[in-house]
Protein backbone atom coordinates (compact mmCIF):
# COMPACT_ATOMS: atom_id res chain seq x y z
CA UNK A 1 0.00 0.00 0.00
CA UNK A 2 0.98 3.21 -1.02
CA UNK A 3 2.12 5.94 2.04
CA UNK A 4 2.60 9.56 2.33
CA UNK A 5 6.76 8.70 1.54
CA UNK A 6 5.73 6.87 -2.23
CA UNK A 7 5.67 8.43 -5.57
CA UNK A 8 5.13 6.96 -9.02
CA UNK A 9 7.03 7.89 -11.63
CA UNK A 10 5.39 7.20 -15.03
CA UNK A 11 7.79 7.18 -18.11
CA UNK A 12 7.33 8.59 -21.13
CA UNK A 13 3.56 6.41 -21.97
CA UNK A 14 3.40 8.84 -25.20
CA UNK A 15 2.30 8.13 -29.11
CA UNK A 16 5.29 7.53 -30.45
CA UNK A 17 6.81 4.69 -28.15
CA UNK A 18 3.14 2.74 -28.48
CA UNK A 19 1.83 0.43 -31.33
CA UNK A 20 1.86 2.58 -34.58
CA UNK A 21 4.30 4.78 -32.98
CA UNK A 22 7.80 6.33 -34.65
CA UNK A 23 9.68 4.18 -32.14
CA UNK A 24 6.84 1.77 -31.40
CA UNK A 25 7.64 -0.82 -28.18
CA UNK A 26 5.89 -4.14 -28.39
CA UNK A 27 3.00 -4.17 -26.29
CA UNK A 28 3.43 -0.54 -24.81
CA UNK A 29 -0.14 0.44 -24.74
CA UNK A 30 -0.72 -3.08 -22.60
CA UNK A 31 0.06 -1.60 -19.97
CA UNK A 32 -2.26 1.54 -19.74
CA UNK A 33 -5.30 -0.10 -17.46
CA UNK A 34 -2.85 -1.61 -14.55
CA UNK A 35 -0.98 2.29 -14.35
CA UNK A 36 -4.05 4.00 -14.41
CA UNK A 37 -5.02 1.83 -11.60
CA UNK A 38 -1.61 2.28 -9.86
CA UNK A 39 -1.79 6.10 -10.36
CA UNK A 40 -5.14 6.31 -8.50
CA UNK A 41 -2.84 4.01 -5.51
CA UNK A 42 -0.32 6.47 -5.22
CA UNK A 43 -0.09 10.30 -3.26
CA UNK A 44 1.89 11.71 -5.74
CA UNK A 45 2.46 10.43 -9.31
CA UNK A 46 4.75 12.30 -11.84
CA UNK A 47 4.40 11.60 -15.43
CA UNK A 48 8.11 12.05 -17.95
CA UNK A 49 7.60 13.04 -21.44
CA UNK A 50 10.12 12.60 -24.28
CA UNK A 51 10.16 16.35 -26.02
CA UNK A 52 12.97 16.49 -28.16
CA UNK A 53 13.17 19.70 -30.91
CA UNK A 54 13.40 18.63 -35.09
CA UNK A 55 17.09 18.95 -35.07
CA UNK A 56 18.05 16.21 -32.05
CA UNK A 57 21.40 15.15 -32.14
CA UNK A 58 19.86 11.48 -31.26
CA UNK A 59 17.73 11.63 -34.36
CA UNK A 60 19.37 9.37 -37.47
CA UNK A 61 17.36 11.84 -40.04
CA UNK A 62 20.20 14.38 -38.56
CA UNK A 63 23.30 12.39 -39.29
CA UNK A 64 23.15 11.99 -42.76
CA UNK A 65 24.12 7.90 -44.33
CA UNK A 66 23.51 7.16 -40.51
CA UNK A 67 20.73 4.03 -39.55
CA UNK A 68 18.27 4.03 -37.04
CA UNK A 69 19.64 1.90 -33.84
CA UNK A 70 23.31 2.43 -35.29
CA UNK A 71 25.57 3.74 -32.09
CA UNK A 72 27.51 7.22 -33.02
CA UNK A 73 30.16 8.30 -30.44
CA UNK A 74 29.23 11.96 -29.15
CA UNK A 75 30.94 14.15 -26.72
CA UNK A 76 28.66 12.83 -23.70
CA UNK A 77 29.30 9.41 -24.88
CA UNK A 78 27.90 6.50 -27.07
CA UNK A 79 24.72 7.50 -28.23
CA UNK A 80 22.17 4.86 -30.12
CA UNK A 81 20.50 6.87 -32.94
CA UNK A 82 17.19 6.71 -32.90
CA UNK A 83 14.25 7.25 -35.76
CA UNK A 84 13.06 11.02 -35.49
CA UNK A 85 10.33 10.37 -32.20
CA UNK A 86 8.46 12.59 -29.64
CA UNK A 87 8.75 15.71 -31.57
CA UNK A 88 7.62 19.00 -30.02
CA UNK A 89 4.21 19.69 -30.25
CA UNK A 90 3.90 16.59 -32.77
CA UNK A 91 0.61 14.19 -32.16
CA UNK A 92 3.34 11.64 -31.51
CA UNK A 93 4.96 13.42 -28.40
CA UNK A 94 1.73 13.26 -26.81
CA UNK A 95 0.50 10.66 -24.08
CA UNK A 96 -1.27 7.94 -25.06
CA UNK A 97 -5.23 8.95 -24.72
CA UNK A 98 -5.55 5.86 -22.51
CA UNK A 99 -3.67 7.62 -20.08
CA UNK A 100 -5.06 8.91 -17.17
CA UNK A 101 -3.22 12.34 -17.48
CA UNK A 102 -5.34 14.31 -15.14
CA UNK A 103 -4.08 12.21 -11.73
CA UNK A 104 -0.58 13.73 -12.46
CA UNK A 105 0.79 16.07 -9.93
CA UNK A 106 3.94 17.01 -12.38
CA UNK A 107 4.50 16.44 -16.10
CA UNK A 108 8.64 16.86 -16.80
CA UNK A 109 9.43 16.96 -20.04
CA UNK A 110 13.17 15.86 -20.93
CA UNK A 111 15.29 15.84 -24.06
CA UNK A 112 14.19 19.21 -25.01
CA UNK A 113 18.31 20.09 -25.45
CA UNK A 114 19.37 19.59 -29.29
CA UNK A 115 22.82 18.55 -28.76
CA UNK A 116 22.08 15.85 -25.85
CA UNK A 117 19.90 12.79 -25.66
CA UNK A 118 17.80 12.40 -21.65
CA UNK A 119 16.79 8.95 -21.01
CA UNK A 120 16.62 9.21 -17.14
CA UNK A 121 14.38 11.24 -15.54
CA UNK A 122 16.40 12.38 -13.45
CA UNK A 123 19.66 13.28 -15.76
CA UNK A 124 20.50 14.00 -19.24
CA UNK A 125 22.78 11.66 -20.79
CA UNK A 126 25.87 13.25 -19.80
CA UNK A 127 25.11 12.10 -15.90
CA UNK A 128 25.39 15.60 -14.87
CA UNK A 129 22.71 18.09 -16.21
CA UNK A 130 20.06 17.59 -13.67
CA UNK A 131 16.48 18.02 -14.65
CA UNK A 132 15.04 19.20 -10.87
CA UNK A 133 13.50 16.06 -10.38
CA UNK A 134 15.11 14.98 -7.54
CA UNK A 135 14.79 18.50 -5.71
CA UNK A 136 11.08 18.49 -6.33
CA UNK A 137 10.62 15.09 -4.55
CA UNK A 138 12.58 15.73 -1.61
CA UNK A 139 10.91 19.02 -0.73
CA UNK A 140 7.52 16.67 -1.14
CA UNK A 141 9.51 14.27 1.30
CA UNK A 142 9.24 11.45 -0.73
CA UNK A 143 12.02 8.71 -0.35
CA UNK A 144 10.49 5.65 -2.51
CA UNK A 145 10.06 5.28 -5.47
CA UNK A 146 7.69 2.89 -8.27
CA UNK A 147 8.50 3.12 -11.50
CA UNK A 148 6.04 1.73 -14.37
CA UNK A 149 6.57 2.83 -18.06
CA UNK A 150 8.41 2.74 -21.30
CA UNK A 151 11.20 1.49 -22.44
CA UNK A 152 11.96 -0.76 -19.34
CA UNK A 153 15.83 -0.91 -20.81
CA UNK A 154 16.00 3.03 -21.74
CA UNK A 155 14.17 5.48 -20.16
CA UNK A 156 12.85 3.49 -17.07
CA UNK A 157 16.21 1.71 -16.54
CA UNK A 158 18.31 5.14 -16.46
CA UNK A 159 15.68 6.47 -14.27
CA UNK A 160 15.52 4.19 -11.65
CA UNK A 161 19.41 3.44 -11.68
CA UNK A 162 19.62 7.95 -10.79
CA UNK A 163 17.10 6.97 -8.31
CA UNK A 164 19.02 4.86 -6.40
CA UNK A 165 22.05 6.48 -7.04
CA UNK A 166 20.61 9.62 -5.79
CA UNK A 167 19.39 7.46 -2.53
CA UNK A 168 16.11 6.69 -3.11
CA UNK A 169 14.74 3.31 -2.36
CA UNK A 170 13.43 2.30 -5.63
CA UNK A 171 11.16 -0.55 -6.92
CA UNK A 172 9.95 -0.99 -10.81
CA UNK A 173 7.26 -3.32 -11.75
CA UNK A 174 7.65 -5.04 -14.79
CA UNK A 175 4.70 -5.87 -15.39
CA UNK A 176 3.51 -2.22 -16.19
CA UNK A 177 6.54 -1.76 -18.14
CA UNK A 178 7.63 -2.68 -21.98
CA UNK A 179 11.14 -3.32 -23.30
CA UNK A 180 12.75 -2.68 -26.66
CA UNK A 181 15.75 -5.49 -26.19
CA UNK A 182 18.35 -3.99 -29.02
CA UNK A 183 21.08 -6.11 -28.59
CA UNK A 184 20.51 -7.69 -25.29
CA UNK A 185 19.94 -4.27 -23.93
CA UNK A 186 16.89 -5.63 -21.39
CA UNK A 187 18.93 -8.27 -19.66
CA UNK A 188 21.86 -5.47 -18.98
CA UNK A 189 18.94 -3.26 -17.59
CA UNK A 190 18.17 -5.65 -15.13
CA UNK A 191 21.58 -6.93 -13.88
CA UNK A 192 22.50 -3.36 -13.57
CA UNK A 193 19.68 -2.34 -11.81
CA UNK A 194 19.44 -5.43 -9.42
CA UNK A 195 23.45 -4.46 -8.45
CA UNK A 196 22.66 -0.89 -7.75
CA UNK A 197 19.36 -2.52 -5.38
CA UNK A 198 16.55 -2.18 -7.14
CA UNK A 199 13.69 -4.21 -6.37
CA UNK A 200 12.15 -5.93 -9.68
CA UNK A 201 8.38 -6.60 -8.77
CA UNK A 202 6.80 -8.84 -11.41
Not at 53 to 68: L, Q, R, V, Y
Not at 106 to 119: A, E, H, Q, V
Request: proline share 6%; hydrophobic share 45%; charged share 20%.
Amino acid sequence: MAEPQDALIVIDIQNDFCPGGALAVAGGDEILPQVNALMAQFPISVLTQDWHPENHTSFAANHPGAAPFSPLQMPYGMQTLWPSHCVQGSEGADFHPGLDVERAELILRKGFRPGIDSYSAFFENDRTTATGLAGYLRERGITRLTFVGLALDYCVGWSALDAARLGFEVRVIESACRAIDLDGSLEAARAAMQAAGVVLDA
